[in-house]
């Protein structure tokens, strides 16, 4: 018993040597706590005499918390101690320059980006910010562009520099209005102004006809005077009246389930669009007529139209528009300036040719804002129908890339409002807003790229033209309205709003809280 003791307190050389080469492989990491001197070894305890734990889980612990050794430990020491024996301890990764994080991080960061913007785009907000703020930046960078295109047109009539930016300014001041009313109406009051407004718009334009009433620019009859230096184009609300009436139409033939009969489909929607665009055409307007067929099929595309049925229709108004443009020397001469580098025989051209040197000579970044050279009498209609070939001229590559832009994620919002509600008449009016603002956008802009004949058509929310912003700023807040209206919407609108009223609650309540008593110094 005593040779035990001994043997268990002191042990010979040899198996201190083996002792000290298992510690030393391990790291340094077993070394024992000095603990009660002299205290017998438990093995069934686990510890060595001395309260310290017993080598094995001293090597297992301390290959655990290295950072070094955290692949395993030394084949040796886990050998000494019993255990298994795990491969090689894994080198640590050399640093980036500068320290920075390691270069996995960044790919996997990148890799997550996607997925990121996938889920950012889901939002149930996302739709509403996107028209939100798109129409208020198209609008904001129209006024800047009217301003700067305008002024030497206002000079050559002698009248102020700012005469077109004032009645721009109030026609926006005015359409704001129209846009927060139509936001914040509620469906069944959009519903209810389809009619009155359809019956308006086909008045109006009936009027337009009249002589002495209606007036006559740039060949085109579809104007009335309102005093002074208004006039009104009855026929830009033309395009709101048919938008509503058709959406509130089909809603009402989806509701009894007639829509899957062609009949109920096309009739009256086809009749009354047709009796729009012969009033239309009376003034000589074929860009506008153009705009309303584009409604007319978006909202049939929208209804589910077979494609026998759709195909016909298409063939059937594509002949018309034939018709019309070889019935006149003037839309004939438009249709062969597309493309064109050179004005032509009497100028015919002149327009289009320098809407492409306006572009031209941009470069990247343009000229600088107000340094355009084609508006000084050169380039007709700068601030209304060319007013994209003065922002390339003057903004750049980067200037139209961003007007392009802005137009795509406001057309992109609007299909997806259109693609998530239940709501039948939702579905057909905001595919008809996002119809109507996407062709007239791609109308204007492939004119001025020399893409498409010039139609005469301004650009949505940009160009100058208060008769043509007042029904497009409030088609933009049907769309808002719309958006705002969709139930996960609501519901994130609806914690925002107690959020923020919670906010400010708390907020005040630490105001009181840490202000002093009054009689506290």
């Not at 391990?26 to 205290?39: L, N």
Request: a positive charge; glycine letters at 14%.
């Amino acid at each position: 018993m005593t040779a035990d003791r001994s043997a268990a307190r002191g042990g010979d050389a040899s198996a201190r040597g083996r002792a000290g080469a298992d510690r030393s492989a391990a790291g340094g990491a077993d070394r024992p706590s000095r603990g009660r001197a002299g205290a017998p070894a438990d093995p069934a305890r686990g510890d060595d005499g001395r309260g310290a734990p017993s080598l094995r889980r001293a090597v297992v612990g301390a290959a655990r918390r290295s950072p070094v050794a955290r692949g395993g430990v030394s084949g040796s020491a886990v050998g000494a101690s019993g255990g298994r024996q795990p491969g090689p301890r894994r080198a640590p990764a050399p640093p980036r320059w500068g320290g920075s994080a390691p270069r996995g991080s960044a790919l996997r960061g990148a890799a997550r980006l996607p997925g990121r913007l996938r889920a950012a785009w889901d939002r149930p907000l996302t739709a509403y910010y996107i028209i939100l703020g798109g129409s208020l930046l198209i609008t904001v960078l129209g006024l800047v562009m009217v301003y700067s295109a305008s002024m030497i047109q206002a000079l050559r009539f002698g009248l102020p520099s700012t005469f077109y930016f004032r009645k721009q300014l109030l026609a926006v001041g005015i359409g704001s209005v129209l846009l927060y009313a139509a936001a914040r109406m509620p469906v069944r009051l959009h519903r209810a102004l389809a009619y009155p407004l359809l019956l308006g718009a086909v008045f109006l334009m009936c009027l337009v006809q009249v002589p002495g009433i209606g007036e006559t620019v740039n060949g085109n009859t579809n104007w009335i005077s309102i005093g002074g230096p208004f006039q009104l184009q009855p026929s830009e609300f033309g395009k709101l009246a048919l938008v509503l009436w058709g959406a509130d139409l089909l809603a009402r033939k989806n509701e009894k389930n007639l829509l899957v009969q062609w009949k109920h489909l096309l009739v009256p929607l086809v009749p009354g669009t047709v009796l729009l665009l012969g009033l239309i055409m009376l003034g000589g307007d074929m860009g506008t007529t153009m705009i309303l067929t584009a409604i007319l099929f978006g909202m049939l595309w929208l209804a589910g139209a077979p494609t026998r049925l759709f195909g016909g229709v298409l063939a059937g108004a594509a002949s018309l528009a034939l018709l019309a443009i070889a019935t006149s020397p003037n839309r004939m001469g438009r249709l062969h300036c597309i493309a064109a580098t050179d004005p032509g025989t009497g100028d015919q051209c002149w327009q289009a040719v320098h809407g492409i040197y306006a572009l031209a000579s941009g470069g990247w970044f343009g000229s600088g804002l107000g340094a355009s050279v084609e508006k000084w009498g050169e380039l007709p209609e700068p601030h209304t129908d060319f007013i994209f070939a003065v922002t390339g001229e003057e903004l750049g590559l980067a200037g139209t890339l961003s007007v392009l832009a802005l137009f795509a994620a406001l057309g992109y919002a609007g299909i997806r409002v259109a693609g998530r509600t239940e709501d039948p008449f939702v579905r057909f009016a905001a595919g008809g807003v996002t119809t109507w603002i996407t062709a007239q956008a791609v109308i204007n802009i492939g004119a001025v790229l020399g893409l498409l004949p010039i139609a005469g058509v301004p650009l949505p929310l940009f160009s100058y033209g208060g008769s043509a912003l007042l029904p497009t700023m409030f088609a933009v807040g049907l769309l808002i309205s719309f958006a705002r209206n969709e139930p996960a919407a609501r519901a994130a609108l609806a914690v925002r709003g107690r959020n923020s009223r919670s906010g400010a609650m708390t907020r005040t309540m630490r105001r009181y809280v840490t202000r002093r008593p009054s009689g506290e110094r």
